[in-house]
């Protein structure tokens, strides 16, 4: 049965210019615990004091997830991992040709002994040990093999198969794990896939299959370079096509959007799960398709992550959307009138602005004649904050721009410091997004002023 080593809190935080704080940790590490991982990688407790204090404090919180100590081969290094209490101590080093010769300056012999003595260290301190030979999928496949087998005599019993420059291709994996399996003394292997050619979630399935029993995560795919699978997807790729139904996929997107902001570190809106468009439509052919039956265009419901399927309107869209969209206020239209509604919009020309809610009413009210009286159910606000005179101004920018609603931020003169520009679906998310910037340490208050009309300049 498929396990997951989430190292959001190690490999993630390797991202560039990501660093979360010890709190921040928590939070992460107690959300990972309710989607149900099996192991967190909490960090390196040799890196930094800080990094050691957040594995001390998470190692205390008595999660149902082991919490491992990723580690150099270091007496020292290891030492630390046991002094934070943590249940496993992952002991890395290089095993490819290039790693010994340029990076370690170490014989193929003194890089075995190195290992099997570190190994055996952690394990007369009674920590468990996982060895990952970094660079694997670049190392000599019988020197792997050695090094694997000494490592797991001297007491490991995890691999990591680690893919460190993410050059892997499904079908190679598969073969080589299904190998590795083959000549391995028993152990667990965990698949560490890095995504340089967007292949890591693709990868780690094909190891699965060949055989191995654990895939290494993190949140929105976090990570040196380019990252490593993104937690949320591989859980649902692994639910949906695989049939892994162990974990729980609620905290996913909570997960998501909570590491958007602690990392500053934001989803393109095309990426698959977690991504503002995962489930947004938008031709004429695909809505009308959706909403005859919603099968026709998703690969699943979008309900499974708590998320809702979006029709885009615009110069795509066909008549059945903008009924629908009517409809949905209890405006009621000719056909006549809706295909002179559809037909302004398909004219508004190739201005890239987005049309709200409160547009197409605008549209409806030339055409018919007639009064449109409803509140639009997507809002835009404006919110103006001042903040306290000892925080810097761009550290709540800096914030601000973490939350997803928020579209545009400005430093500006006056009474208030900054003015955000909000996009929200109605006043109850209003509200919520309001209740979290006041929460922003530094912000004094906040004076909202919603927008009843939007023009774009130039006569747009
Ligand atoms: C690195 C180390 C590592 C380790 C993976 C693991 C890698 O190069 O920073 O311990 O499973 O990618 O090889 O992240
Ligand atoms: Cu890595």
């Known amino acids: 049965m498929l396990e997951i080593l989430d190292t959001t809190l190690r490999e993630g935080e390797q991202t560039p210019y990501v660093n979360f704080t010890v709190d921040e940790k928590i939070e992460i590490a107690r959300l990972l615990d309710e989607v149900g991982v099996e192991m967190i990688e909490a960090g390196d407790p040799s890196v930094a004091p800080s990094i050691a204090k957040a594995v001390e404090h998470i190692a205390s919180l008595g999660l149902r997830a082991e919490i491992v100590a990723h580690s150099i081969a270091s007496r020292q290094s290891i ?11 992952a002991i890395f080093y290089a095993t490819s040709k290039i790693h010994l010769d340029s990076k370690l300056h170490k014989t193929q012999e003194q890089a ?16 468990k040990v996982r060895y990952t030979p970094e660079d694997a999928t670049r190392t000599d496949f019988e020197f792997l ?15 990591s198969f680690a893919d460190t420059l993410g050059i892997m291709q499904p079908h190679i994996m ?6 590795l399996r083959e000549r391995l003394l028993p152990c667990k292997i965990d698949l560490h896939c890095h995504d340089d050619y967007g292949l890591a979630l693709a990868n780690a399935m094909a190891g699965i299959r060949g055989g191995a029993d654990c895939i290494h995560t993190t949140v929105n795919g976090l990570g040196e370079r380019t990252g490593i699978p993104d937690l949320a997807e591989a859980i649902v790729a692994f639910h949906n096509l695989d049939g892994v139904e162990k974990y729980n996929l609620e905290p996913l997107m ?14 393109a809106p095309n990426k698959p799960i977690t991504g503002q468009n995962a489930f947004s439509h938008k031709s004429g052919v695909h809505t009308n398709g959706i909403l005859k039956d919603p099968r026709t265009y998703e690969p699943f419901d979008p309900a499974l992550l708590g998320r809702e399927r979006k029709i885009v309107i615009d110069k795509y869209t066909g ?8 409809e949905e206020y209890g405006i009621e239209v000719s056909m006549a009138e809706l295909e002179v509604i559809v037909a302004r919009i398909k004219n508004l020309g190739d201005d890239r602005k987005q049309l709200f809610d409160s547009d197409i009413f605008e549209i409806a009210e030339q055409v018919t004649g ?6 639009p159910h997507d809002i835009s606000a404006m919110v103006m904050l001042e903040v306290d005179s000892h925080v810097y101004t761009s550290s709540v920018v800096r914030r601000l721009r973490g939350f997803k609603n928020v579209a545009n931020v400005y430093e500006i003169t006056g009474d208030f410091d900054i003015n955000a520009f909000v996009n929200v679906e109605d006043v109850m998310a209003l509200n919520n997004l309001i209740e979290e910037i006041r929460g922003v ?17 130039n006569n747009k």
Do not use: P, W
Not at 370 to 375: E, K, P, S
């Open 79 to 89: 030492d630390r991992a046991k002094a934070c209490g943590a249940d496993r101590v």
């Open 112 to 127: 075995l002994a190195i290992i099997c003595e570190h190994i055996a260290y952690a394990r007369s301190l009674g920590l």
């Open 145 to 159: 093999v050695r090094v694997c087998n000494a490592a797991i005599e001297a007491g490991a019993d995890r691999i």
């Open 174 to 179: 598969f073969e080589r794990v299904c190998a």
């Open 254 to 267: 909570n997960l998501s959007s909570y590491l958007e902001r602690v990392s500053g570190f934001f989803l």
């Open 319 to 326: 008549k059945s959307a903008v009924a629908a969209r009517l």
């Open 370 to 375: 007639r009064a449109i009286d409803v509140i």
């Open 441 to 457: 340490q530094g912000v004094r208050r906040t004076e909202t002023r919603m927008v009843l009309k939007k023009y774009n300049g």
